[in-house]
Every structure is written in C-alpha cells, then in structure tokens.
C-alpha cells in the first residue's frame, strides 16, 4: 500500500496557500479597475484578459522546459518572479495617474500571467512524478480540493486584512509568495533528491514537439477546455461588473459568491469525486459542463431574485467539480512519464479561453446586456463537452481503465 510523500502534501499545502493568496487579488483586478479607473467593459476585459493570454506562451515553454531542465530552476524562479509582481502591484495601485499607471499595471498583469503558467505545469508534473500511478488520480483530486480551499479562503483572508479590491492585497499576496518561494526552496536543498530528476527521464524540445503534434487526443481535450474557460473567465471578470452595477453592495455579494464557489467545491468533492469513477472520465465531462451551463442559465434570474444567484453557484460549483479534475486526469494520462511536463505545458493553451472570455463577455454585455451573455455561456458550455467527445473511437472500457 503505497503513502502519499511528504513532499507532495508540502506542493499541495502551498497549492492552497498560492491560491488563497491570488483569490485575495486577481478576481478583483475587474472590480479594482472599474472603481479606480475610467475604462469601459471592454477596456477591462482586455486588461484582465492579458494575463491567461501570457500564460499560453510561458505555459506551453515552462512545461517543456522543466521536462529539460528539471522542475526545481522553473519552481524557484517563477515563485520569486511572482513575489517580485505583487510588490510591483501594490506600488503601482498607490501612484497618481492615468495613462503611465494603466501601462503598468498591464504590464504586470502579463508578467504574473507568464510567470503563473510557468509554475502550475512544473508543480504538476512534479507531483506525477513524486507519486506511483495507482496514486495519481487520487493526488490530481487532492490538488484540486487543496486549490478550491485556497479560493474559499482567500476572499475571506482578503476581507479579513482589508477591504477587498483595495491596494494592500496585493502586498499580502506577495509576501504569500515570498514565504512558500523559501519554504519549498529549502525542502529542495534539504533533500536534493525530491524532484527525482535521476527516475524521470529528460526529454528534449524536439521529442515534445513531435508528441503534441501527434496526440489527436489531447488536442481535442485542449481545444474542449479553451471553450469552457471561456465560459469559466465569465464569474472572475463580467460577472464582478453586473454585480457591482446591479447591487449597492456589488462587491461584497461577489466576495460571497467566491466564497460560497469555493466552500460548494470542498463539501461535494468527495461525491462527486465517487461519481465519476463510476460513470467513467468522459461522461463526467458531459454531465458537469451540462450542470454548469444550467447555473450559467440562472444568472440570467438574478435580478428578480438573489436566491437565482446562489442557486446558480451551487450548479457552477457542482459542474466544475465534475470537469477540472476530470481533464487534469486525462492530460495525465495521455502523457508519457518524460513528457509530463510537456503535456501540462500544452493543456495551458486551454487557458486562451481565458483570455478570449473577458474581450467576449465585455462586448456582449456591453452591446447586448447581461441576459444574452449568460444565455450564449450555457450553449457554449455544453458544447465544450462534445468537442473532446466527439469522433471519440477508443471503448468505454479504454477510457475508463483504471478508473
């Protein structure tokens, strides 16, 4: 019976605390932006969006790279990289200006993206790697509930140490990365033998590439999940602004949505989690996206009711549940143990949903209202399921294999 290493519990600890420390700010960089600045819905969304648009790049370079390099130089750096951004952060909030400030605040917006997408891939693969096969669907849920304890808790730590969206956040947020950035650093030194680099063979650059080229499989799963985070960025960037138009009290209601997404995800994990050995990975892909674009649908509600908008959380909870860590398991599965990297370094072109989602649900709700942007999120939730489904020849017993 094999243990999970304490070296995974310390990635996965940190995972939360990282976490909590990014849900503490970059949820409220729409919300920061639209109280302190005269940018339009666009305008924001094009800000927010450059950070998951960096992290295409730097995720699909930085996995491949920790396969070459090795996980540690990748870890170290980004995470002091981070702490270095959130410092830029605060101090930028704090000056006086319009145009100067926007640039660089943009500029440092791209440079967490960037460096965040170099991280996530290593720590991943980095787990694959400190843990045995029959273990790693059970870490990858772990990692996601760990992930989802951070998102509860930060908006809460935020509200608790200041007013949310305001400039000192941004201060903890870099001392949380300071703080793991020498935690892990020294568990590292202290036992050099923790990223198993002697075990997993390198690759090169040459032998990724021709991998992710052939893999049809992983394509659709990737081109799958750049349309449901498109879906997905709607809650962290057009939803923060029809809550704070909407609403006196805008931001605290998306604080509680935060949280109440969060806190739905931890306490329905585990069931969820049971489902989908039962039902097998594939349709529990199709069964959350379609949970999720019910909630999604239910946002339209809202305004005659805020029972609407933690109704449609608690389904946007339950659908994630279902698709993240289901996705995050089939990328595991397709990649060869020294390909890891590569594989979770290609699943961040997922994140062009992010980035193409706050530009798309900007226009629509600009032009159109809220109403029709949540109406064409659900449709393209549920298509999101059916783009890695379909043409899909392998059996029900391949896709459910050790499940």
């Not at 931001?251 to 931890?266: K, P, Q």
Request: net charge positive; hydrophobic share 50%.
């Amino acid at each position: 019976m094999h243990k999970i290493r304490n070296e995974v519990w310390v990635l996965l600890f940190g995972t939360a605390a990282i976490k909590a420390a990014n849900f503490m700010t970059i949820p409220f960089i729409a919300v920061f932006l639209a109280k302190n600045s005269e940018l339009g819905s666009i305008q924001i969304g094009m800000v927010v969006a450059l950070s998951p648009l960096a992290s295409l790049c730097g995720g699909f370079f930085g996995g491949q790279l920790s396969d070459v390099v090795g996980r540690r130089v990748v870890l170290f750096s980004s995470l002091f990289a981070l702490a270095l951004i959130f410092f830029g952060f605060y101090l930028t909030a704090g000056q006086e200006g319009g145009g100067g400030r926007l640039i660089v605040f943009a500029t440092l917006n791209t440079a967490c993206g960037l460096f965040s997408s170099l991280f996530h891939p290593a720590s991943s693969a980095l787990l694959g790697d400190l843990s045995p096969a029959e273990l790693r669907g059970k870490i990858y849920q772990l990692r996601y509930f760990f992930l989802n304890v951070g998102a509860a808790l930060g908006p809460m730590i935020g509200g608790w140490l200041g007013a949310n969206a305001s400039r000192d956040n941004f201060l903890h947020t870099g001392y949380f990365y300071l703080c793991y950035a020498l935690i892990l650093t020294a568990l590292f030194l202290k036992r050099k033998n923790v990223q198993n680099d002697s075990v997993v063979r390198k690759s090169s650059f040459k032998e990724s590439y021709q991998a992710l080229l052939g893999d049809k499989r992983l394509q659709r799963l990737i081109l799958g999940g750049m349309l449901f985070n498109l879906c997905y960025s709607q809650l962290e960037s057009t939803l923060s602004q029809v809550l704070v138009r909407q609403f006196a009290d805008g931001v605290a209601y998306f604080s509680y949505f935060l949280t109440a997404n969060g806190l739905t995800v931890i306490l329905f994990q585990a069931p969820v989690y049971a489902i989908s050995r039962r039902v097998g990975l594939n349709m529990s892909l199709l069964v959350g996206s379609v949970i999720f674009a019910i909630g999604m649908l239910l946002l339209s509600f809202q305004a005659y009711s805020i029972v609407f908008l933690f109704l449609a959380i608690f389904l946007i909870s339950i659908g994630e549940v279902f698709v993240f860590p289901v996705a995050t398991e089939l990328i595991e599965r397709l990649a060869p143990d020294s390909l890891r990297g590569s594989y979770f370094g290609a699943s961040t072109f997922r994140n062009l949903g992010l980035a193409l989602g706050p530009i798309f649900g900007g226009y629509v709700l600009a032009n159109y209202g809220s109403v029709p942007l949540f109406v064409s999120i659900s449709l393209m939730a549920i298509i999101s399921a059916i783009i890695p489904l379909y043409g899909e020849r392998v059996s029900t017993k391949t896709i459910q294999q050790g499940v």
